[in-house]
């Protein structure tokens, strides 16, 4: 086990924003994962299990304990179903199964991350989640010192959540993914903006040309990570879209017709409605390119907050607050942040 002290952490993220780890180690197995948790264990050090720094805002003070990298790599294919190290490029993962022919993913492409982050986030975008796909998850259970294997039922997916970054957050430490997929599949064309891409074809589109019409617009909304391009510093959505009641629905529906604007609901969970929180940000007064300080807001996407060249993590989170407020007073609805925190 290679243990390094006082690691960067800034560049594993695709913020490039954070302090130092007190102790870092990149865990290339399992059983390296093993020994990691145990020296932590024994020496009463706190636990951080990162992965492919997508989805997280490290603190400028960085981490005061251990930071452990998952670099579990490879990828199997049994039939149907696509195991994969945790460790293990998302994009990698889309592209080796779309060019397969395996249906399932292609509207998760240009993601960034890695595998073991999908079930934890149940990520998810463009009409499709990784919980649809998901067979089993393989994990080391801390508190049981044993790894286990969960099958989708018992990770307890809902929108942009799981048993991993709820109720058992920091109990597992996921090591493989199994997706079962579908050989020759359709892909799926159910998202607003793929239908509006593809509009004019004559011909269905392939799981490939599906794929690749997702990067395109994710690049076009700055999410998609583009080598010099300043809106890619980012964690990605910082807020989550939020699922409210009919009463609360039917207020902001108001609200748009009143101010002449439109607004698209979507269904949410138990009967709820979900609005986007885009929209809520933009009519809150927070415009695409909105700065403040090195921190702003995407010129191509409300959703993400990025670092525009130094920024602090203090200045992302003043600024998340900032609009989180503004929607509260405008609409009387409180974003949640999607991103993990590290470090506070």
Same mark, same amino acid.
């Given at each position: 086990m290679d243990m390094k002290e006082n690691q960067t952490l800034a560049p594993l993220t695709t913020f490039g924003i954070g302090g130092p780890a007190r102790w870092f180690v990149e865990a290339g197995s399992e059983s390296e994962i093993v020994d990691a948790v145990a020296w932590a264990r024994e020496r009463e050090v706190a636990l951080f299990v990162l992965g492919g720094g997508s989805n997280l805002l490290v603190s400028d003070a960085g981490f005061d304990g251990l930071v452990l990298h998952v670099g579990v790599k490879g990828i199997e294919q049994a039939d149907e179903v696509f195991r994969a190290g945790a460790g293990e490029s998302w994009e990698h993962c889309v592209r080796r199964s779309t060019e397969a022919g395996y249906a399932g993913l292609e509207c998760l492409a240009g993601i960034p991350g890695s595998v073991g982050g999908t079930p934890v986030q149940n990520v998810g975008a463009y009409g499709q989640e990784v919980a649809s796909v998901i067979e089993r998850v393989r994990a080391f259970d801390v508190k049981e010192r044993a790894f286990v294997e969960l099958r989708n039922e018992e990770c307890g997916f809902a929108y942009r959540r799981s048993r991993f970054n709820t109720v058992d957050r920091g109990r597992y430490i996921v090591t493989r993914v199994d997706?079962?997929?579908?050989?020759?599949?359709?892909?799926? %064309?159910?998202?607003?903006? /793929? &239908? %509006?891409?593809?509009?004019?074809?004559?011909? $269905?589109?392939?799981?490939?040309?599906?794929?690749? !019409?997702?990067?395109?617009?994710?690049?076009? &909304? #700055?999410? %998609?990570?583009?080598? #010099?391009?300043?809106?890619?510093?980012?964690?990605?959505? +910082?807020? &989550?879209?939020?699922?409210v009641g009919v009463d609360v629905a039917e207020r902001v529906r108001a609200y748009a017709e009143s101010a002449g604007v439109a607004l698209r609901v979507f269904p949410g969970a138990e009967g709820q409605v979900k609005i986007p929180a885009a929209w809520l940000i933009e009519q809150a007064g927070?415009? &695409?390119?909105?700065? !403040?300080? *090195? $921190?702003?807001?995407?010129?191509?996407?409300? /959703? $993400?907050?990025?670092?525009?060249?130094?920024?602090?993590? @203090?200045?992302?989170?003043?600024? $998340? #607050?900032?609009? *989180?407020? #503004?929607? @509260? @007073?405008? +609409?009387?609805?409180?974003?949640e942040m999607e991103p993990v925190m590290v470090g506070y």
């Open positions: 997706y079962r997929l579908r050989a020759g599949g359709s892909p799926e %064309l159910a998202y607003a903006d /793929l &239908k %509006l891409h593809f509009r004019d074809w004559v011909s $269905a589109p392939s799981l490939i040309e599906v794929a690749a !019409a997702v990067r395109g617009i994710r690049q076009g &909304k #700055g999410m %998609l990570i583009v080598e #010099g391009d300043p809106d890619c510093r980012s964690a990605g959505s +910082f807020f &989550k879209n939020p699922s927070f415009k &695409k390119g909105y700065a !403040a300080g *090195a $921190a702003g807001i995407s010129s191509r996407h409300t /959703l $993400a907050l990025i670092n525009r060249g130094g920024a602090s993590a @203090e200045e992302i989170r003043a600024l $998340a #607050g900032r609009i *989180a407020d #503004g929607v @509260e @007073e405008r +609409f009387g609805i409180r974003l």
